[in-house]
């Protein structure tokens, strides 16, 4: 066996994944796969006013599940709602796509953990030693 790196996932491996996912769905999840359901759809919020950006969110969602990688508040605005706004914006689009839980990480020692506790996400693990070798949590809501 050679285990082999590329830079992309190639025509070979994606007809592999196509032939041997609806053979092992069903052994783990007990019915057969819903494709449109797992397609993993990225969405990109903007706050503004005129011109100028207050703050964004991004994230994707897939097979029930939302993942928020980034909300940036601007420094001037922070405080103000716009985050809270983001963030309802973002479980909007959960609700109208079949999303029932939302996750997300966040610094264990940031302003922020106390924002998304007010959101309704609890702390549901701790990753010790993580980005830049520091505790960060993953936060997660259920819809």
Request: hydrophobic share 35%.
């Amino acid at each position: 066996m050679k285990i082999v790196r590329t830079k992309t996932k190639t025509k070979a491996m994606k007809a592999f994944g196509r032939t041997e996912w609806p053979l092992v769905h069903p052994e783990h999840f007990g019915h057969e796969p819903d494709k449109k359901y797992w397609e993993k759809v990225e969405f990109y919020l903007c706050a503004k006013e005129g011109n100028e950006t207050l703050g964004m969110v991004n994230g994707y969602y897939m097979a029930g599940v939302m993942y928020i990688p980034s909300l940036i508040v601007g420094h001037k605005t922070r405080g103000s709602g716009v985050g809270r706004a983001l963030m309802e914006e973002a479980e909007k689009i959960a609700r109208k796509n079949r999303v029932h839980k939302i996750y997300l990480h966040t610094g264990s020692t940031w302003r922020a953990v106390d924002f998304y506790e007010k959101l309704g996400y609890k702390k549901t693990n701790v990753l010790k030693n993580h980005y830049e070798g520091r505790d960060f949590l993953v936060m997660s809501k259920m819809l």
